[in-house]
């Protein structure tokens, strides 16, 4: 098989899909062909791919016609979908819930995987893109706030007097919540936390930090069978909306990762909260490409409004693009081991395999998912 992986062309993309240690288990049994410069921005010069095995091809051109399987990171743009070869396979993070962008694929006749579609079941805890590139982006979002913070985070009792330790606020506690308070916590910084999932309390306490409830009615669920959050009721959505505000006003950081899959961002923090924050309180919105948890947050923009600086930066895990890369790249590669006969290299695409299942999208040009 020849493997390819391109230079990633998405503004503000800096990751790539490989790296040397997973390129020399690739060359092992395949023959890996990468772009030149496709790692610089993760720090990884051509000649590290080359001593691992890899050939260096000179543009994108070259790249996509050799390709028989593309390892990238995001979706193809338009200009690359003119480039891959008829009878290529693709895996990457393609956005699988933007239905059009998928017929794209099968147009193309491509065989496509979504890595973001990986169940969450302890087989494919290797290969879980979105824990991986989350847990980066819990900790660079508390990086970010602590710098446009015009305050210290611990609290110190100095000559001149005491500092109060700052206090963070985290709305929504999956992978990327939890870092969030566990980068926070080493800061110095005194926590509070809120999800619709009660199942998160123990790790939030573990954690060091506080919860923070909204008591569920009788017969409520917030959770589906899968761990996802669930679209919540008008009235616990009201008793929320108290909560948030009465926390909110109280903190210096405000730090939201709410998601619920396949469907908008839950809008948490309303203009009137932020209105009514500390001048200098900081919000840092990771919801934000998915219509944001706070209506004033602006994609891939710092604002300030009401005194308040929101930071919605929409790919957290680029800025961390050396780690970001390391593990999507072994991610990747337990993926695509999947595809394989371990022993001859040979392809075998088993469909009946759940997480081959999971995140196909099309195959030899028919739209599996619809
Ligand atoms: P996510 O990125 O989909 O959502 C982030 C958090 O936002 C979740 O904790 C969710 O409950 C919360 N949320 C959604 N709506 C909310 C609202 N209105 N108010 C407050 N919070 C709200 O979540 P992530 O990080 O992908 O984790 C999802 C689930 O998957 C969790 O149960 C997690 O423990 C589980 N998981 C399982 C793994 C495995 O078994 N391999 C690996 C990683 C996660």
């Excluded at 997973?22 to 049994?29: F, G, Q, S």
């Excluded at 396979?89 to 496509?112: F, N, W």
């Excluded at 123990?202 to 669920?221: D, N, R, Y």
């Excluded at 900081?282 to 710092?302: I, R, W």
């Amino acid at each position: 098989m020849q493997i390819g992986v391109p230079l990633e062309i998405r503004a503000g993309e800096r990751r790539v899909a490989a790296t040397p240690e997973t390129v020399k288990k690739l060359a092992a049994l395949h023959s890996v062909f990468v772009q030149a410069g496709a790692g610089l921005s993760a720090n990884i010069p051509d000649s590290e791919f080359e001593a691992a095995g890899a050939k260096i091809v000179e543009d994108a051109k070259a790249l996509y016609a050799a390709a028989q399987l593309i390892l990238k990171v995001r979706g193809l743009e338009a200009s690359e979908f003119g480039l891959v070869r008829d009878d290529a396979i693709l895996v990457g993070l393609l956005s699988p819930h933007e239905k059009e962008k998928m017929q794209t694929y099968s147009d193309r006749g491509l065989t496509a995987f979504a890595l973001e579609s990986i169940p969450r079941i302890s087989r494919a805890q290797s290969m879980d893109v979105l824990s991986s590139q989350a847990n980066i982006g819990g900790y660079k979002s508390v990086i970010l706030a602590a710098n446009a913070y015009g305050r210290f985070f611990p609290m110190l009792m100095t000559a001149a007097g005491t500092v109060k330790a700052a206090r963070v606020l985290v709305l929504g506690v999956g992978v990327a919540g939890l870092q969030a308070i566990a980068t926070a916590k080493r800061l110095g910084a005194v926590i509070e936390a809120f999800d619709v999932r009660p199942a998160v309390k123990e790790q939030v306490l573990s954690l060091g930090a506080k919860f923070v409830e909204v008591p569920l009615s009788e017969g409520e669920a917030a959770e589906t069978s899968g761990g996802y959050a669930k679209e919540m009721s008008e009235d616990y959505k009201r008793k929320q909306a108290e909560l948030i505000h009465a926390r909110a006003i109280q903190s210096d950081i405000v730090i939201t990762t709410a998601l619920i899959p396949g469907r908008p961002a839950p809008v948490l923090l309303k203009e009137e909260t932020v209105a009514a924050m500390k001048h200098g309180s900081v919000v840092v919105d990771m919801a934000v490409e998915f219509g944001g948890n706070c209506p004033l947050s602006e994609k891939d923009s710092v604002v300030e409004k009401h005194g308040v600086t929101l930071i919605g930066y929409s790919n957290l895990p680029a800025m961390m693009a050396s780690d970001a890369s390391a593990l999507y790249a072994r991610n990747m590669l337990n993926f695509i081991n999947l595809l394989f006969e371990a022993k001859t290299g040979e392809l075998k695409i088993d469909r009946e395999d759940e997480i081959i299942a999971g995140t196909l999208i099309s195959m030899n040009g028919e739209l599996v998912k619809k």
